[in-house]
Protein backbone atom coordinates (compact mmCIF):
# COMPACT_ATOMS: atom_id res chain seq x y z
CA UNK A 1 0.00 0.00 0.00
CA UNK A 2 3.29 2.31 0.26
CA UNK A 3 4.24 1.73 -3.48
CA UNK A 4 4.21 4.45 -6.37
CA UNK A 5 3.90 2.66 -9.49
CA UNK A 6 5.62 4.82 -12.45
CA UNK A 7 5.03 4.11 -16.30
CA UNK A 8 6.79 3.64 -18.27
CA UNK A 9 10.44 2.97 -17.73
CA UNK A 10 11.50 4.88 -20.49
CA UNK A 11 9.95 6.91 -23.27
CA UNK A 12 11.12 8.48 -26.66
CA UNK A 13 9.08 11.33 -28.02
CA UNK A 14 10.00 13.56 -30.73
CA UNK A 15 11.00 17.31 -30.44
CA UNK A 16 8.00 19.51 -30.17
CA UNK A 17 5.71 16.28 -28.92
CA UNK A 18 4.08 15.52 -25.80
CA UNK A 19 5.62 13.50 -23.62
CA UNK A 20 3.37 11.96 -20.58
CA UNK A 21 4.70 9.62 -17.51
CA UNK A 22 1.77 8.25 -15.38
CA UNK A 23 2.41 7.46 -11.59
CA UNK A 24 -0.66 5.08 -9.61
CA UNK A 25 -0.33 4.80 -5.69
CA UNK A 26 -2.76 2.80 -3.63
CA UNK A 27 -2.58 4.56 -0.08
CA UNK A 28 -5.42 7.22 -0.08
CA UNK A 29 -3.62 8.92 2.84
CA UNK A 30 -1.32 10.49 0.43
CA UNK A 31 -1.53 14.23 0.16
CA UNK A 32 1.25 15.44 -1.88
CA UNK A 33 2.77 14.46 -5.14
CA UNK A 34 5.78 16.01 -6.15
CA UNK A 35 7.90 15.59 -9.86
CA UNK A 36 11.50 15.19 -10.15
CA UNK A 37 13.79 16.17 -12.38
CA UNK A 38 17.30 14.65 -12.79
CA UNK A 39 20.25 14.97 -15.56
CA UNK A 40 23.01 12.60 -16.12
CA UNK A 41 25.49 12.87 -13.59
CA UNK A 42 23.61 15.25 -11.54
CA UNK A 43 21.11 14.90 -8.26
CA UNK A 44 17.12 14.81 -8.74
CA UNK A 45 15.48 18.58 -8.37
CA UNK A 46 12.29 19.24 -7.95
CA UNK A 47 10.54 20.25 -10.96
CA UNK A 48 6.83 20.58 -10.12
CA UNK A 49 4.24 19.20 -6.70
CA UNK A 50 0.43 19.05 -6.49
CA UNK A 51 -1.75 18.74 -3.63
CA UNK A 52 -5.12 16.34 -3.71
CA UNK A 53 -7.09 19.51 -2.93
CA UNK A 54 -6.63 20.03 -7.61
CA UNK A 55 -6.80 18.53 -10.40
CA UNK A 56 -4.31 19.96 -12.35
CA UNK A 57 -1.44 22.17 -12.24
CA UNK A 58 0.47 23.75 -15.09
CA UNK A 59 4.03 25.54 -14.92
CA UNK A 60 5.42 26.68 -18.28
CA UNK A 61 5.01 23.37 -20.40
CA UNK A 62 4.87 21.29 -17.26
CA UNK A 63 1.70 20.17 -16.12
CA UNK A 64 0.40 17.15 -13.47
CA UNK A 65 -3.20 16.36 -14.04
CA UNK A 66 -4.64 14.02 -10.97
CA UNK A 67 -7.49 12.09 -10.78
CA UNK A 68 -8.27 11.55 -6.98
CA UNK A 69 -10.86 8.77 -7.45
CA UNK A 70 -8.88 6.37 -9.51
CA UNK A 71 -5.62 7.35 -7.50
CA UNK A 72 -3.45 8.50 -10.31
CA UNK A 73 -1.59 11.40 -11.42
CA UNK A 74 0.78 12.20 -14.26
CA UNK A 75 3.40 14.78 -15.57
CA UNK A 76 2.67 16.31 -19.33
CA UNK A 77 5.54 18.25 -20.87
CA UNK A 78 4.44 19.97 -23.89
CA UNK A 79 6.49 20.67 -27.10
CA UNK A 80 8.87 18.91 -25.74
CA UNK A 81 12.64 19.79 -26.17
CA UNK A 82 15.90 17.72 -26.48
CA UNK A 83 17.04 19.50 -23.49
CA UNK A 84 14.07 17.93 -21.28
CA UNK A 85 15.69 14.63 -21.95
CA UNK A 86 16.26 13.43 -18.26
CA UNK A 87 14.59 10.74 -15.85
CA UNK A 88 11.71 11.62 -14.30
CA UNK A 89 10.39 10.15 -10.94
CA UNK A 90 7.51 10.95 -9.23
CA UNK A 91 6.64 10.51 -5.69
CA UNK A 92 4.11 10.50 -2.64
CA UNK A 93 3.76 11.43 0.80
CA UNK A 94 1.68 11.82 3.58
CA UNK A 95 0.88 14.77 6.00
CA UNK A 96 2.37 13.48 8.90
CA UNK A 97 5.33 11.68 7.75
CA UNK A 98 8.50 12.61 6.65
CA UNK A 99 9.28 9.98 4.21
CA UNK A 100 8.27 10.55 0.32
CA UNK A 101 7.49 7.13 -1.24
CA UNK A 102 9.45 6.99 -4.90
CA UNK A 103 8.30 5.98 -8.15
CA UNK A 104 11.41 3.91 -10.35
CA UNK A 105 11.91 6.03 -12.65
CA UNK A 106 11.30 7.25 -16.24
CA UNK A 107 13.98 8.27 -18.47
CA UNK A 108 13.23 10.32 -21.40
CA UNK A 109 14.99 11.20 -24.76
CA UNK A 110 13.70 13.48 -26.47
CA UNK A 111 14.63 12.86 -30.33
CA UNK A 112 15.48 16.37 -32.23
CA UNK B 1 25.42 28.66 -3.45
CA UNK B 2 26.85 25.39 -1.95
CA UNK B 3 23.60 23.74 -1.20
CA UNK B 4 24.44 19.50 -0.54
CA UNK B 5 27.83 18.73 -1.10
CA UNK B 6 29.41 15.10 -1.07
CA UNK B 7 32.49 13.51 -1.95
CA UNK B 8 34.09 11.86 -3.31
CA UNK B 9 32.40 11.68 -6.39
CA UNK B 10 33.72 8.63 -7.47
CA UNK B 11 35.37 5.76 -5.90
CA UNK B 12 36.58 2.07 -6.27
CA UNK B 13 36.71 -0.15 -3.36
CA UNK B 14 37.53 -3.75 -2.58
CA UNK B 15 35.43 -6.37 -1.13
CA UNK B 16 36.07 -6.40 2.64
CA UNK B 17 37.24 -2.34 2.28
CA UNK B 18 35.02 0.09 4.61
CA UNK B 19 34.90 3.57 3.65
CA UNK B 20 33.25 7.21 4.49
CA UNK B 21 30.91 8.71 1.85
CA UNK B 22 30.80 12.74 2.93
CA UNK B 23 27.47 14.78 3.04
CA UNK B 24 27.30 18.47 4.27
CA UNK B 25 24.51 21.08 3.76
CA UNK B 26 25.12 25.10 4.45
CA UNK B 27 21.00 25.43 4.34
CA UNK B 28 20.46 24.68 7.56
CA UNK B 29 17.90 22.31 7.18
CA UNK B 30 17.47 19.95 9.59
CA UNK B 31 15.94 16.92 7.67
CA UNK B 32 19.04 14.86 5.62
CA UNK B 33 19.23 11.69 4.15
CA UNK B 34 21.06 8.98 2.41
CA UNK B 35 19.59 7.00 -0.52
CA UNK B 36 21.32 4.84 -3.18
CA UNK B 37 19.81 4.85 -6.54
CA UNK B 38 20.02 1.79 -9.15
CA UNK B 39 18.65 1.25 -12.79
CA UNK B 40 14.92 0.58 -12.47
CA UNK B 41 14.78 0.53 -8.62
CA UNK B 42 14.91 4.45 -8.57
CA UNK B 43 15.68 6.15 -4.98
CA UNK B 44 16.02 3.80 -1.87
CA UNK B 45 16.24 5.37 1.30
CA UNK B 46 19.33 4.04 3.32
CA UNK B 47 19.19 6.31 6.44
CA UNK B 48 18.06 9.14 7.79
CA UNK B 49 17.79 12.13 10.16
CA UNK B 50 15.32 14.82 11.59
CA UNK B 51 17.77 16.77 13.45
CA UNK B 52 21.22 16.70 15.23
CA UNK B 53 21.71 13.42 17.28
CA UNK B 54 18.51 11.47 15.78
CA UNK B 55 19.07 9.04 13.33
CA UNK B 56 17.13 6.51 11.60
CA UNK B 57 16.72 3.53 9.79
CA UNK B 58 15.65 3.67 5.72
CA UNK B 59 14.57 0.92 3.29
CA UNK B 60 18.00 -0.77 2.73
CA UNK B 61 20.21 0.27 5.78
CA UNK B 62 21.81 -2.96 6.02
CA UNK B 63 25.85 -2.85 5.58
CA UNK B 64 25.63 0.99 6.38
CA UNK B 65 26.13 3.34 9.08
CA UNK B 66 24.96 6.53 9.96
CA UNK B 67 25.97 9.35 12.69
CA UNK B 68 24.71 13.00 12.73
CA UNK B 69 26.66 15.08 15.02
CA UNK B 70 26.17 18.55 13.65
CA UNK B 71 23.46 20.13 12.00
CA UNK B 72 25.02 20.42 8.57
CA UNK B 73 26.72 17.03 8.18
CA UNK B 74 25.40 13.60 7.71
CA UNK B 75 28.30 10.88 6.95
CA UNK B 76 27.30 7.45 5.22
CA UNK B 77 29.69 4.73 6.63
CA UNK B 78 29.85 1.38 4.69
CA UNK B 79 31.03 -0.85 7.39
CA UNK B 80 32.64 -4.03 5.11
CA UNK B 81 31.96 -3.17 1.13
CA UNK B 82 29.80 -5.62 -0.67
CA UNK B 83 29.64 -6.04 -4.90
CA UNK B 84 25.57 -5.27 -3.70
CA UNK B 85 26.47 -1.77 -2.77
CA UNK B 86 27.88 -0.98 -6.36
CA UNK B 87 24.79 2.00 -6.69
CA UNK B 88 25.37 5.69 -6.91
CA UNK B 89 24.21 7.35 -3.23
CA UNK B 90 22.66 10.41 -2.83
CA UNK B 91 22.91 12.53 0.16
CA UNK B 92 20.05 15.71 0.81
CA UNK B 93 18.50 17.86 3.04
CA UNK B 94 15.36 19.77 3.32
CA UNK B 95 13.24 22.00 6.16
CA UNK B 96 10.42 19.98 8.53
CA UNK B 97 7.39 20.41 7.15
CA UNK B 98 5.59 18.31 4.74
CA UNK B 99 5.64 19.21 0.94
CA UNK B 100 8.92 21.39 1.48
CA UNK B 101 11.21 20.68 -1.31
CA UNK B 102 14.12 18.56 -1.22
CA UNK B 103 17.56 19.53 -2.17
CA UNK B 104 20.25 16.46 -3.84
CA UNK B 105 23.97 16.48 -3.75
CA UNK B 106 25.80 15.62 -6.87
CA UNK B 107 25.71 12.39 -6.29
CA UNK B 108 28.51 9.38 -5.50
CA UNK B 109 29.28 6.76 -7.64
CA UNK B 110 30.35 3.77 -5.81
CA UNK B 111 32.26 0.37 -7.23
CA UNK B 112 33.29 -2.44 -5.18
CA UNK B 113 34.68 -4.89 -7.09
Known amino acids: QQQVKQSPQSLIVQKGGISIINCAYE??????FPWYQQFPGKGPALLIA???DVSEKKEGRFTISFNKSAKQFSLHIMDSQPGDSATYFC???????????WGAGTKLIIKP | NAGVTQTPKFQVLKTGQSMTLQCAQD?????MSWYRQDPGMGLRLIHY???????DQGEVPNGYNVSRSTTEDFPLRLLSAAPSQTSVYFC????????????FGEGSWLTVV
Open chain 2, 92 to 103: ASRKPGQGNTIY
Open chain 2, 27 to 31: MNHEY
Open chain 2, 49 to 55: SVGAGIT
Open chain 1, 27 to 32: NTAFDY
Open chain 1, 50 to 52: IRP
Open chain 1, 91 to 101: AASKNSNYQLI
